[in-house]
């Protein structure tokens, strides 16, 4: 077909700045336009290449699908050998590894490069004259498997390599993995489709690319970085591993941020220490890291034991997963009467703790996941995050073994137990009559961030649930001293200090009071927005829903919490009881007539922010007040509603969600910076 130059440099212009758009979304991570402008282009790029098919080029953003499925996988040998590592787990492991390699290369001291171990499918990518041409799987080390189809479909592994002077022949090591946010929205997709749920992300990443069908691995979240090369021919590469790796990423390929280099065992274990403590902020999973020797020239003078090299280790982290048995299955209930199953397991280590219970959340999530008294399974913990059971393994389940069924009745109080459409939450209808609902409910109450009633605990609030003494909240207040002296272990001085406390907590703030009520969804924001909005308790309990939801972040479901909380006569009846105890607070204007001047001092109104981890120069509580003051809502949960975080040292898994939702994050430098700008 004849195709006019202008058509053909159009086509050229088009692909790229499709290829520089893709190169930094999926490389560099630093995207210059919105999606709605590289779509407008791709469709551009296809409508020209239907009406010209001999445009079609197979490094075209548009081929990155197409193939029709494979009947099998075809096996590939490896021109260079794919070697595994050993491992190190112990500080004595690396300073083994070092001292052998040194005595070897009679050095005093060896640099090494140290670089993250990703948890996913190891790949190997051959480009000829910068044309990817083949993508081949692990395997034995000697023979993989081609699923250079699949791969294709990858958006971070370039078709073909940027930059000029190609070479003839490039292949390049590195890892197909999936991150956490790709993760949630696969299982979500295939939930929604009644289809299996993998149970990690390297199982979900693995499963995708060994698709036949290159159209599924298309739709599936996959990402690359490479960490080294195989066969080279025609170019020079640096001396050294480091900036081998820099020299890949000039060529477009993606490298991660997180590799450094360092020496001595001392630098190799001050990397693992900083990668282990930012471990449960990383958008992906990675199972250890690696440390290779950084000159070439050493890499070979070292060489090869069995199928491992003598000049890289994997020192492993602990395990976030870990197989266990489930001893038996126990049901919890808590403060709002919401029934939890619990799997009581063999105590076992994961991530460095002992772990001896696992969340299985709901009866819903029970029966898909089948979990059985007796079987063995797959606990993972992450950082701060409650223990769960992940998945089960069937083939070494005992026999005999009966599905878990939540039961009718409260196993506390024997209350009838209620299923509310739509939600997958079983509750309890005791409310104060259970005493494991009344004993959460005090704990909450008495809590730091509601009333914060100094010295009543835990095992304090159980004596006096246990014994009768306490219905409600309001009767902390007017239990007898003598009560209180004839607990377990509270004395003269305890008693006195603890009546003082309770005395102390009776001036509070109308914010406080609210989320000490224990309203459901009703967090610590939620109640400072509604003390706010209303300035008043009255104004507020008489608020039909419609109004409730003019509150900023209250929506439906949380309006109808608010509305049913308020309308109950038992609970009318605690309120009024704790004013008449004496509980006040200062009473506020509703925000609605706020004066002018009032609402210009705001200029964080609208915002919400969310506080994660330690600041050193001021309190959580401290920099929250700050920023409310400046008319921001601090949240204690990250939503797409979030405009910033603030992550402190050793922040978890709410600044891996707002990295994973790409939200505005600060340091506290940051958060600083910006109050002095603002309170300025």
């Not at 794919?82 to 052998?100: C, H, K, P, V, Y």
Request: hydrophobic content about 40%; charged content about 25%; overall charge negative.
């Amino acid at each position: 077909m004849n195709i006019p130059d202008s058509i053909q440099q159009q086509a050229q212009q088009l692909r790229q700045q499709l290829e520089q758009y893709q190169y930094e979304y999926y490389v560099l991570d630093a995207p210059t336009v919105p999606d709605s402008e590289y779509d407008r282009l791709f469709q551009q790029l296809q409508q020209l290449e239907a009406e010209y098919p001999d445009l079609i080029r197979p490094d075209s953003p548009t081929q990155r699908v197409g193939a029709t499925p494979l009947a099998a996988f075809t096996e590939v040998a490896h021109a260079v050998p794919m070697l595994s590592l050993g491992n190190a787990f112990t500080t004595e492991d690396i300073q083994d590894f070092d001292r052998r390699a040194r005595e070897r290369l009679e050095q005093r001291q060896i640099e090494y490069a140290a670089e993250l171990k990703l948890d996913g499918l190891a790949i190997n990518l051959r480009y000829e004259k910068g044309q990817l041409v083949q993508a081949a799987t692990r395997g034995d080390g000697s023979h993989g498997e081609d699923v250079t189809q699949n791969v294709r479909t990858i958006q971070s592994i370039p078709l073909k390599l940027r930059g000029e002077n190609l070479p003839p022949v490039l292949e390049v090591r590195g890892e197909v993995f999936m991150n956490h946010a790709g993760f949630r929205q696969l299982n979500a997709a295939q939930e929604a489709k009644g289809d299996r749920i993998f149970a990690n992300p390297r199982n979900a990443a693995a499963g995708s690319l060994r698709q036949l069908d290159a159209k599924m691995t298309a739709r599936r979240p996959l990402q690359f970085f490479c960490y080294g090369v195989g066969e080279v021919q025609g170019v020079e590469l640096p001396d050294t591993h480091s900036a081998t790796l820099a020299f890949l990423a000039n060529f477009g390929l993606p490298v991660s941020r997180h590799s450094e280099v360092v020496t001595s065992p001392q630098g190799c274990l001050n990397y693992y220490q900083k990668i282990l403590a930012m471990r449960d902020q990383l958008p992906f999973d990675i199972d250890g890291v690696v440390y290779k020797v950084n000159r070439f020239a050493d890499q070979q003078t070292l060489g090869f034991v069995s199928r491992a090299p003598r000049w890289a280790i994997a020192h492993k982290l602990p395990p976030q997963e870990v197989l266990t048995t489930v001893l038996a299955i126990e049901v919890q209930v808590g403060r709002t009467g919401a029934l939890t199953p619990v799997a009581r397991l063999k105590p076992v280590e994961v991530g460095g703790v002992t772990v001896t219970n696992a969340t299985l959340h709901n009866q819903a999530e029970v029966t898909r996941k089948d979990v059985r008294v007796g079987d063995t399974v797959t606990i993972r913990r992450a950082g701060d995050v409650i223990p769960e059971v992940v998945s089960v393994m069937l083939e070494r389940r005992p026999p005999d073994t009966e599905p878990f069924q939540l039961p009718d009745r409260c196993p506390v109080c024997d209350s009838e137990v209620v299923r509310v459409e739509g939600e997958a939450v079983a509750r309890c209808e005791g409310s104060l009559k259970c005493p494991a609902q009344r004993k959460q409910a005090l704990q909450h109450f008495a809590s730091r961030r509601a009333m914060d009633i100094e010295g009543l605990g835990e095992k304090l609030i159980e004596q006096v649930v246990d014994h009768g003494l306490v219905n409600s909240v309001a009767d902390l207040f007017t239990l007898p001293r003598e009560q209180w002296l004839g607990l377990e272990r509270m004395g003269k001085k305890s008693v006195d200090k603890l009546l003082a406390a309770l005395n102390d907590s009776k001036q509070t703030t109308l914010p406080r009071f609210l989320y000490a009520l224990g309203i459901r969804e009703v967090g610590e924001a939620t109640a400072r927005q509604l003390a706010q909005h209303f300035g008043n308790l009255p104004a507020l309990m008489k608020a039909d829903l419609d109004t409730l939801q003019k509150v900023q972040d209250v929506g439906p479901i949380v309006a109808q919490h608010i509305h049913a909380f308020f309308l109950q006569a038992r609970n009318q009846e605690v309120i009024q009881r704790l004013q008449t105890v004496g509980i006040t607070w200062t009473e506020a204007e509703p925000n609605s007539e706020q004066s002018s001047a009032e609402a210009g001092a705001q200029p964080l109104a609208g915002k919400t922010f969310v506080l994660t981890g330690t600041l050193n120069g001021l309190t959580r509580d401290q920099a929250a007040e700050r920023l409310q003051a400046l008319g921001a809502t601090v949240s204690g949960s990250v939503s797409k509603k979030t405009h910033c975080v603030v992550a402190g040292e050793k922040a978890g898994s709410k600044l891996t969600k707002a990295q994973d939702l790409g939200i505005d994050i600060l340091d506290e430098a940051g958060l600083v910076q910006l109050l002095a700008e603002l309170e300025g």
